[in-house]
Nanobody
Framework: HVQVVESGGGLVQAGGSLRLSCAAS????????MSWYRQAPGKQRNMVAT???????WYADSVKDRFTISRDNAKNTVYLQMNSLKPEDTALYYC??????????WGQGTQVTVSS
């Protein structure tokens, strides 16, 4: 089993920045992709960005050129640097760790609120 814990959320003004962190522990030797999702009230949860073990990344169009995902395999931690934040970025942000067998593990989420 894998435990996933997010941190770094908070309240920020529009145009500001935040960095989220996600630490994985437990049975991590077969971890592959680590991803960030977000879910706003009344909306579905959507992927924001993902990074594979080899460093390949993908971003949702809505965050390209503003968010950067990075990964420290030695620390089993993934980061999401969020710049130029907008009120529409307000959501509960979740981290998901996926292993090579396709099993996924979710964190509890961290709230990001962007005021206008």
């Amino acid at each position: 089993h894998v435990q996933v814990v997010e941190s770094g959320g908070g309240l920020v003004q529009a145009g500001g920045s935040l960095r989220l962190s996600c630490a994985a522990s437990g049975s991590i030797s077969r971890l592959n992709a680590m991803s960030w999702y977000r879910q706003a009230p009344g909306k579905q949860r959507n992927m924001v960005a993902t990074v594979s073990r080899d460093g390949s990344t993908w971003y949702a169009d809505s965050v390209k050129d503003r968010f950067t995902i990075s990964r420290d395999n030695a620390k089993n931690t993934v980061y999401l640097q969020m710049n130029s934040l907008k009120p529409e970025d307000t959501a509960l942000y979740y981290c998901k760790a996926t292993n090579y067998d396709g099993d996924s593990y979710w964190g509890q989420g961290t709230q990001v609120t962007v005021s206008s």
